[in-house]
């Protein structure tokens, strides 16, 4: 029924009889978008498995892919543009490339130095799995009203300019 509490608000009744002292508000949206959160990431990971990748990989291969021609970049550039630090760089690139998505080829400029390329078979991969991922996005937002998410991504930008997220 539309008139009775979530899980969250349940949380909020409950706290609200044993400490009526706490201001319990902030859980309503805090409490919220975490379920929410988890929520879509599960959904998203679904996705990323249909095609064998888990979701770093799905991650670093579409950095790589949204890079541009010729769809390449350093273990730091890739570090940066997927916020993960050079060793979790390592790894993924590591199982990607055993399994012929990724190729490290030497820099021109410096021998010992590495860059990363998305292969052909990793850019068909990547290609295919960016539209089921946009696909399942577009989903994920579907019983929501344009103006609601046009509103929920500015407000989440706010905040996460207020977090210093950028």
Do not use: C
């Not at 608000?9 to 988890?38: C, F, K």
């Not at 769809?71 to 997927?82: C, I, K, Q, R, W």
């Not at 344009?146 to 996460?160: E, F, M, P, S, T």
Request: charged share 30%; hydrophobic share 40%; glycine share 8%.
């Amino acid at each position: 029924m539309a008139n009775e509490p979530d899980h969250v608000g349940r949380i909020i009744e409950q706290w609200s009889v044993e400490r009526p002292d706490l201001d319990t508000a902030p859980m309503g949206v805090i409490g919220r978008l975490h379920r929410v959160a988890d929520a879509v990431r599960e959904r998203l990971i679904e996705v990323y498995a249909e095609f064998g990748l888990s979701e770093g990989e799905f991650d670093l291969l579409a950095a790589l892919r949204r890079s541009g021609s010729p769809y390449e970049l350093s273990p730091s550039n890739l570090a940066a543009s997927t916020m993960v630090t050079s060793g979790a760089i390592t790894k993924r690139v590591d199982r990607l490339e055993a399994r012929g998505l990724v190729v490290r080829r030497k820099q021109e400029h410096d021998g010992r130095a590495r860059t990363i390329v998305l292969s052909p078979a990793g850019r068909k991969l990547i290609d295919r799995a960016v539209e089921a991922h946009y696909a399942n996005e577009k989903q994920l937002l579907e019983g929501l009203p344009d103006i609601d998410r046009a509103r929920l991504a500015r407000i989440l930008q706010a905040w996460g300019e207020l977090l210093e997220l950028e």
